[in-house]
Structures are given as structure tokens and as C-alpha cells.
């Protein structure tokens, strides 16, 4: 597809390989992603509280 891609230089991976899955891990990008949703309903809840009284 890109002749920019296959060609190796420096002995760099392919990048168009699909990464291995991780499966249901424990990762810190989805506790940060939780977290901040977490963060989300609560600053919006408080928002509305203080907008509806």
C-alpha cells in the first residue's frame, strides 16, 4: 500500500501491524478514563444541583 512504510531502512517494525490484544488487563489509561467519567457525573451533578435550587 505505502511504499513508505515497507521500506527498512533501520530495521523498524511494520507499523500497520495490528498490536496483540490485551484482553480485559487492568491498564491505567482505562482507570484514568474511569476516573475521569467518575469526575464527569459528579461536576455535572453538582452544576445542576446549584442551577435547579
Known amino acids: 500500500m505505502n511504499g513508505h512504510v515497507s521500506v527498512n531502512l ?3 517494525k511494520n507499523i ?3 498490536p496483540e490484544r490485551r484482553g480485559t488487563r487492568f491498564t491505567l489509561n482505562g482507570a484514568l478514563w ?14 445542576f444541583g446549584k442551577v435547579l435550587l
Open 10 to 12: 533501520l530495521s523498524v
Open 16 to 18: 500497520e501491524q495490528q
Open 34 to 47: 474511569s476516573l475521569q467519567v467518575l469526575f464527569g457525573f459528579f461536576f455535572a451533578g453538582s452544576g
